[in-house]
């Protein structure tokens, strides 16, 4: 049989590494999932093309090469939507193979007919259609090369028709990729020197820009006496062997890092991005770096704002800073910062209030994890309680939907990180929202036979969203969810399942859900009433909490108010 155009487009995914290929089979598909049968790409058949996404997304971001994922015409294709757009704002290097309808057929508005090349524009770095066998290989190439070197999703679209097309002979295309490195003037680096020489107090707030650079920001933090910041999703990245370091400012972090960043003089943003402007302090001078010029100064003005590599801007910057001797500053925040985890800690304890905290789960699950165990978070209490209070140390990794905020990601990003290094420990940590509109997909982790290890904290409701109904005032909304146990759902499907409602059983539980040989689901009733405390309490959430606590006393809620104080403020 001559080779096709599926067959050529395949062959250059197999040339630029790809080792996996997630998602759904159907009839505009088929001869593309021929060629992957034929080729070194292992096909990873999803219960949703939109977990295929997660899982595509999560692998690449941990092994940074290219991942690719497929689904057939119309809804298949479609489906695809939120995972990639969750990819693409995650500078995940993917590669969706939307196949579509024949070409003849395009603008009759046919049955599943979809504008792919519309529809994923913006949730992409390359979007194109193969219209010919003469473009296959070309086209092919330019959508990895873009992935790779943008760092972000590339969408081939690949008419069902074109194919099956013979292939066509084609010039030699192929992948080039390197990465520069990117390093600001002598003249720009000396500003930086001064201003920092200068003196007054510095906090540096690092972001997942840091990422290779540990070594040359804690050099200079001592030097400095800075203490460290850091975003959300530069955990991975500044936790670990950090003696400066005072957690996370925003709306999920903490009142000592919140507090550094505000008091200080100089504020040295290093490959941040962090979108909430009432968090960056209004008097402090304001140093950015950042290899992408368009974040320089886009969140809040800056003094100095300069575009290159953090490490090799810092390598560069290091002989040309003074040392300080005065500590307070740093030590300040960092005492602070102790302060604040020993005392949520102490709050989450059995025996202070009724029930299972969700930080003392995620501290549980932090002691008895692996030193190199990776976590796939979904959005909402679980990833806070993941950030807060699962130590990041330098081997650990963790995944979830921070820059789009989308439920669902936990288990279908899980399924990639699995694929990608099954030696490792891998651990979902799932709210029972969104482990729920994916819930299907605990099925392929059964059918792959992966270990996951799934955790769900089972609060019923949609607790975040609850959290922010209660700061604007409002009245629980909608948020009530009727659950099922969902360890002996687990026990039903083929993986081990168990379900807590006793804390004093909860630290043999999670031994007993670590230590199985394949994947487990351990279900874990926790405190309804549990709240997300923000580092400083806003005038408007004061109020609206208040007024919500008014509606619910005059609405026969009045117990529903006592548990909420009893649980987080007493």
């Excluded at 059964?446 to 996951?452: H, M, T, V």
Aim: aromatic content about 6%.
């Amino acid at each position: 049989m001559s080779k096709k155009v599926a067959d050529v487009i395949i062959e250059v995914l197999e040339e630029v590494g790809v080792k996996r290929c997630y998602g759904v089979v159907g009839d505009t598909l088929n001869r593309i999932a021929e060629a992957i049968d034929k080729s070194t790409i292992e096909w990873v058949t999803t219960r949703h093309e939109e977990a295929g996404a997660f899982a595509a997304s999560a692998e690449a971001q941990l092994s940074g090469g290219l991942v690719a994922c497929a689904g057939s015409c119309g809804p298949g294709s479609l489906h695809f939507i939120n995972g990639i757009y969750d990819a693409h704002r995650n500078r995940a290097p993917v590669l969706l193979i939307a196949s579509q309808i024949i070409r003849k057929d395009l603008g009759f508005e046919s049955v599943q007919e979809v504008d792919l090349k519309r529809l994923y524009s913006e949730s992409s770095v390359y979007c194109d259609m193969i219209y010919s066998a003469d473009q296959a290989r070309r086209k092919t190439v330019a959508a990895c090369q873009a992935a790779l070197a943008k760092q972000g999703v590339a969408v081939l679209i690949v008419p069902a028709d074109v194919s099956k097309e013979d292939a066509a002979k084609e010039l030699p295309y192929s992948l080039h990729l390197n990465r520069p490195v990117i390093q600001p003037t002598d003249e720009d680096i000396d500003r930086i020197a001064a201003l920092l020489n200068e003196g007054g107090n510095v906090t540096i707030y690092g972001g997942s820009g840091c990422k290779d650079a540990h070594a040359e920001i804690m050099e200079i933090a001592q030097l400095l006496k800075a203490p460290v910041a850091r975003t959300s999703r530069a955990k991975d990245y500044l936790e670990h062997m950090n003696p400066g370091d005072v957690g996370m400012t925003g709306l999920i972090g903490n009142e000592a890092a919140y507090r550094a960043v505000l008091d200080c003089d100089i504020l040295l943003l290093l490959g941040a991005d962090f979108a909430w402007s009432q968090f960056y302090p209004a008097n402090a001078k304001i140093i950015q770096i950042d290899i992408d010029p368009c974040h320089i100064g886009r969140r809040h003005p800056v003094d100095i704002g300069l575009t290159g590599d953090i490490r090799a801007t810092l390598a560069a910057l290091l002989p040309r800073l003074r040392e300080r001797d005065d500590e307070q500053f740093r030590e300040k925040y960092v005492r602070r910062y102790h302060e604040v985890q020993r005392s949520a800690l102490e709050h989450a304890q059995p025996g202070r209030h009724a029930g299972i905290s969700g930080v003392y789960v995620a501290h549980l699950v932090s002691t008895h994890a692996r030193e190199d165990t990776l976590f796939a978070c979904d959005d909402g209490t679980p990833v806070v309680w993941t950030l807060r209070h699962v130590e990041g140390n330098g081997k650990r990794r963790f995944f979830s939907s921070l820059l789009h905020g989308t439920m669902a990601g936990g288990i279908s990003s899980a399924i990639g990180l699995q694929k990608s290094q099954p030696e490792r420990q891998v651990i979902a940590m799932c709210g029972d929202g969104g482990f729920t509109m994916l819930m299907g997909d605990m099925l392929t982790i059964i059918q792959e036979a992966l270990p996951i290890k799934i955790v769900i904290f089972n609060n019923s409701k949609l607790g975040f969203v609850e959290i922010e109904q209660k700061a604007e005032g409002m009245l629980n909304t909608f948020t009530h969810l009727h659950n099922p146990d969902f360890g002996a759902l687990a026990s039903a499907a083929g993986m081990w399942g168990k379900r807590i409602d006793q804390v004093d059983a909860l630290p043999g539980a999670i031994e007993e859900w670590l230590s199985q040989p394949g994947p487990a689901l351990l279900d874990i009733k926790v405190n309804a009433m549990e709240l997300v405390m923000p580092p400083f309490i806003a005038l408007e959430s004061a109020v609206g909490m208040t007024l919500y606590t008014a509606k619910a006393v005059l609405n026969g809620k009045g117990a529903e108010v006592w548990e909420m104080m009893t649980e987080n403020f007493i």
